[in-house]
C-alpha cells in the first residue's frame, strides 16, 4: 500500500478507540515497525491528536473526542470545502445548518497552523449572489429526500399566471438550480412526461407511499439544458444569425448562456451561430436590447424587422405612459 493509504489505515484502526502497540499496528497492516513510527510522526504532523503512552500497558491511541471527528484532509482540500460552502450558501443550499456545523466542525479539529491557514483563505472569498429564499428550505430538503428515497410526492403547483393551482403526483429525479432559481425535474403523472418546476411555485408538498425507479443514468442537469438550449443537431430549423460590434460586446455574447452552445464561428468583432426560429424571435431581441447601440444585427432580416417591432412598441408605451 502507498503511505496515504499506510496512514489511513493507521487512524482507521486508532478510531476503534483500542489503545495499540506500533507491534500491532505494524502486524495488522504487514508493515516494517519503524514505518509505523513515521507514520505516525506524519499523522502527529498533520493534527491527528495522538496519544503515546509508555509502560507495560502503553500504545498509541486517539484523544478521544477525535473519534468522532471528520477524516482529516490537507491545506488545499481544507480551503476547498470552506470556499465550495460559501458558494453554497449564497445560493440557498437546503442543508445550510448542516454545513456550517460541517466547517466549524472540520475547523475544530485542525491543528493552529491549519486553522490559521483555512482563516487567510476564507477572509479573502466572497460571492455575491441575488438573495436566496430562505422560505423555501423546508421544501427543498423534503424534494431531495424524496428524490434519494426515489419516493413519489403530491405537490400543489402554482404556474405563475391566473391560472389556480394544480394538484399533481410527481417522481422527484433531481434538484437544479438555475439563474437564481431552483427546480425540481420531475416525471409528472398528469402530463405522463418529464417536467421542470419551479420549486418557489410549488405552494404544497406532502409524501405518498408510492415508489418509483429512477431511469438509469438520467442527468437532470442535461435534461434541464436540453429544455432550454435549440437543438443544434436540427439544421434544417436552424437560421444563420451574424452580429456585429464592439470587441467587449461580443465576447460578452460569448459567454451567454444562450449563444455561447450555438456560436459556429466568431472573430473579435462579429459572432455568427445558429438558432431554431423560436428563440430567434422569442428571447434573442429582449437579450440584445440590453446592449444597445454597441452591436448591429447583421443577418437574418427576420431578426432585424423583430428589433425595430419590440424597440417600436417599447417607445410607444413609455410615449404614453409620460405623456399621459
Not at 27 to 37: D, G, M, P
Not at 91 to 106: C, D, F, T, V
Not at 133 to 157: K, P, W
Request: charged share 25%.
Amino acid at each position: 500500500m502507498s503511505k496515504a493509504d499506510n496512514m489511513l489505515s493507521i487512524l482507521w484502526l486508532l478510531k476503534t478507540g483500542k489503545r495499540m502497540t506500533a507491534k500491532k499496528i505494524a502486524e495488522a497492516l504487514e508493515i516494517n515497525i519503524r514505518t509505523v513510527y513515521r507514520h505516525i510522526d506524519s499523522l502527529c504532523a498533520s493534527g491527528v491528536p495522538i496519544i503515546a503512552d509508555s509502560g507495560h500497558n502503553g500504545g498509541y491511541s486517539l484523544l478521544r473526542t477525535f473519534t468522532e471527528a471528520p477524516l482529516f484532509f490537507d491545506n488545499d482540500e481544507q480551503k476547498a470545502l470552506v470556499h465550495a460552502s460559501i458558494f453554497a450558501l449564497e445560493a440557498g443550499y437546503p442543508y445550510g445548518e448542516h454545513l456550517n456545523r460541517a466547517i466549524n466542525k472540520l475547523k475544530r479539529y485542525t491543528n493552529p497552523e491549519q486553522l490559521d491557514e483555512i482563516n487567510r483563505h476564507e477572509i479573502g472569498f466572497d460571492v455575491i449572489h441575488p438573495p436566496s429564499d430562505g422560505s423555501l428550505e423546508a421544501s427543498l430538503q423534503q424534494l431531495e429526500q424524496s428524490v434519494a428515497s426515489s419516493s413519489t410526492v403530491s405537490i400543489a403547483y402554482f404556474k405563475g399566471n391566473t391560472t389556480p393551482s394544480t394538484q399533481r403526483q410527481i417522481d422527484p429525479y433531481g434538484l437544479v438550480f438555475w439563474k437564481s432559481k431552483w427546480y425540481i425535474v420531475a416525471f409528472c403523472h398528469l402530463r405522463q412526461d418529464i417536467r421542470s418546476f419551479r420549486v418557489d411555485r410549488i405552494q404544497d408538498i406532502s409524501a405518498t407511499e408510492d415508489r418509483f425507479e429512477r431511469p438509469a443514468a438520467f442527468s437532470a442537469r442535461q435534461y434541464f439544458l436540453d429544455t432550454l438550449l435549440p437543438d443544434a443537431n436540427d439544421t434544417k430549423n436552424l437560421i444563420s444569425v451574424r452580429i456585429q460590434g464592439k470587441e467587449g460586446a461580443i465576447r460578452d455574447l460569448s459567454d451567454h448562456w444562450l449563444f455561447g452552445h450555438l456560436i459556429v464561428d466568431r472573430s473579435d468583432t462579429e459572432i455568427h451561430f445558429m438558432a431554431e426560429e423560436h428563440y430567434l424571435l422569442h428571447y434573442t431581441p429582449y437579450i440584445l436590447l440590453g446592449y444597445g447601440t454597441s452591436i448591429r444585427v447583421s443577418e437574418p432580416v427576420a431578426l432585424q424587422q423583430r428589433m425595430l417591432q419590440v424597440t417600436s412598441k417599447m417607445m410607444e408605451y413609455y410615449q404614453s405612459v409620460y405623456t399621459s
